[in-house]
């Protein structure tokens, strides 16, 4: 009964390929995140998504991107990996309500790139 | 532009002592402090939060210290025990006009060390 599910825990790939990581909360939540934690811990928002609007961080680059199926899952895809993209992300939800609550992370997905 | 700020980066303390961890922000608008811990190979979870329109906040031996005028909160850990021993993030966010929140905008983290 976890609330906020990743897969694959590790991810190791070549330059140039394409991949995905996939997100699913069973928390009822409105609002999902996308957040990458660099090799010096330093968590930073890549995406948020509330079922009718993206809010895209801007210094993400465009090979990023969200794709959200239904309310409860959003996926990240990743084009053409580059050695910088190696991180840990993270998957987020919160309800969206009227003021801000607590964002329920994932377990993380560690990316290496070769 | 960092917008929250933390401090120190890591931090070691005798077990029973107490561990004080800072914060400053600069953006006005934020309206929710959370404080996050995170173990190795584990996400974030979350730790107390505090919103600005009170100064402090307790859990356990756990409190925040928020100064509004300063834009600087703080965490306490009283009685610091091994199983402390985690990185320690303070983040920031504020509503969206259409309701909801941006996501949250983290310190760089401190590495807590709590020695037997």
């Known amino acids: 009964d976890t609330a906020v599910s990743q897969t694959p825990k590790y991810l190791v790939t070549q330059m140039g390929n394409d991949k995905s990581i996939k997100c699913e909360q069973n928390?009822?939540?409105?609002?999902m995140y996308w957040y990458k934690q660099d090799s010096k811990k330093f968590l930073k928002i890549m995406f948020s998504?509330?079922?009718?609007?993206?809010?895209i961080n801007e210094t993400v680059p465009n090979r990023f991107s969200p794709k959200s199926p239904d309310k409860a899952h959003l996926n990240l895809h990743i084009n053409s990996l580059e050695l910088g993209d190696s991180a840990v992300y993270f998957c987020?939800?919160?309800?969206?309500?009227?003021?801000?609550?607590?964002?329920?992370f994932g377990q993380g997905t560690r990316l290496t790139v070769v | 532009q960092q917008q929250v700020k933390q401090s120190p980066q890591s931090l070691i303390v005798q077990k029973g002592g107490i561990s004080i961890i800072n914060c400053a922000y600069e953006?006005?608008?934020?309206?929710?402090f959370p404080w996050y811990q995170q173990f190795p190979g584990k996400g974030p979870a979350l730790l107390i939060a505090?919103?600005?329109?009170?100064s402090e906040k307790k859990e356990g031996r756990f409190t925040i210290s928020f100064n509004k005028s300063a834009k600087q909160f703080s965490l306490h850990i009283m009685d610091s025990q091994p199983g402390d021993s985690a990185t320690y993030f303070c983040?920031?966010?504020?509503?969206?006009?259409?309701?909801?929140?941006?996501?949250?905008?983290f310190g760089k983290g401190t590495h807590l060390i709590i020695q037997p």
């Open positions: 987020a939800s919160s309800p969206q309500g009227q003021a801000n609550t607590e964002a329920f």
């Open positions: 928390l009822g939540h409105d609002t």
């Open positions: 998504y509330n079922n009718k609007e993206l809010i």
């Open positions: 953006n006005t608008a934020f309206d929710y």
């Open positions: 505090i919103r600005p329109d009170v």
């Open positions: 983040a920031a966010s504020k509503r969206r006009s259409g309701g909801g929140a941006d996501g949250l905008t």
